[in-house]
């Protein structure tokens, strides 16, 4: 597999992405965590976290799925069309039950609760254009994602920034969360239809179930890997309170920026990938080896670098109010090598039919992580909910592959990769 122009412009691009949202991603987190206080931002962090779980079981575990479809399919109208319409439907069933949720579960709440809740509500059904990112995945061309995306974020940090200079409430902040998604959906179906003047957005019904067939697996196992990433959040909100909570999500935040990471390797390289497993496995199996190893090397480089500096990371930016912070963000770094292999595998598993198994996977993850944050954050607080969280990672994303034969050759290239010196 060559590095032909495409692909290493499409990597230059989705590292553009990252460079510019990890800055203005970090520059907002601090801006808001400090002017917001650290209880209020624990609250905004726990609403955030019960919205990550629904905006995922939304968009009904089609991530992959559409673009291994485009991939094998021709008929890429009713492939998007289709999905687009299931995601709406999923979008308006979720938010039902949520506002539900608001409704009747919110007498122990903090009294912004509902008013944070309903302005950060209609980012669900946004969530639902991200089919037109698949598009530009698949045809590698995601200079339009990032132009969209980091664009909307600019203008998004230039008007928070004025309303933080200004002192208004910190609810425009959350409104203008909302404006930026706007942003980012117009233009992502600008760019698309630019591509594609003639092209015609179909709902098929065949199109629909065959889809839904193929990704009902993902949509339990996304939300038990995302329930699993985000229950230690959710579990200090309800056990150790919102000011606790906000400390915490501090550190949780400067590790998902790195998030990022993966997603760029993955995204280029997944499309040419699944047409090399078709022709020759030898050469599939040796190029996800050099993505496992990529990965944990940056994973590593990661940690130390947080080991080192995490105390000057959130005394002089977030500010001494969140000093707590310091010791999750040590030990929450670890979590970036093994989502980093969970990332890279979890496409493996899509393009060998194995999505069942993913489910099997991310409950392993999810049971861990709730068994052992009941047992640590009553008695060792924040850093009972990191070390659980850790654990978890471990458990499902490395240790669950060798119990399945079919997918132990996950488990031992994973292992190569965690021997740095063999990387």
Known sequence: MKLGNRYLKNIIWLAFDVFIKFFLTFGMSVLIARY????????????????????LVSALGMNGIIVKELVHQSNHNEILGSALFLQRVGAFLISIFL?????????????????????????IFLQSSNIYRYWFEFKVLSKYSVISQDLSLLIGAILKVAVIYFEYSYFYILALTLVEQLIFVRM?????????????????????????SKSWPLIISGLAFVLYIKIDQIMIG????????????????????????PTILVSTFFPVLVKISTNSEGLYNHKMQLLYDVTVLIGIFIFFFNLIFAEYIIFYSFGEDYIGAVDQLKIYSLVCIFYFL???????????????????????????????????????GLTGASVSTVIAYIFSSYIFDFFDKRTRVVFYQKTRSLWVFGS
């Open 188 to 212: 992502l179906k600008y760019f698309f239809k630019k591509n594609n003047y003639d092209y015609k957005l179909a709902i098929n019904k065949d199109t629909c179930f065959d889809l839904l």
């Open 238 to 261: 309800e056990l150790l309170g919102m000011k606790q909570l906000g400390i915490f999500s501090v550190a949780v935040k400067l590790i998902e920026l790195c998030f990022f990471i």
């Open 36 to 55: 917001m206080g650290v209880e209020d931002f624990g609250l905004y962090s726990y609403l955030l976290s019960i919205f990550a779980i629904c905006i």
């Open 342 to 380: 969970s990332v890279v595998s979890g496409r493996w598993y899509i393009n060998a039919g194995l999505q069942k198994i993913a489910i099997f996977r991310n409950i392993v993850g999810l049971i861990v992580a709730v068994v052992l944050n009941f047992i640590l954050i009553p008695g060792m």
């Open 99 to 123: 506002v539900i949720w608001a409704v009747f579960f919110s007498e122990n709440k903090p009294d912004d609760f509902l008013w944070i809740f309903f302005l950060i509500l209609p980012t």
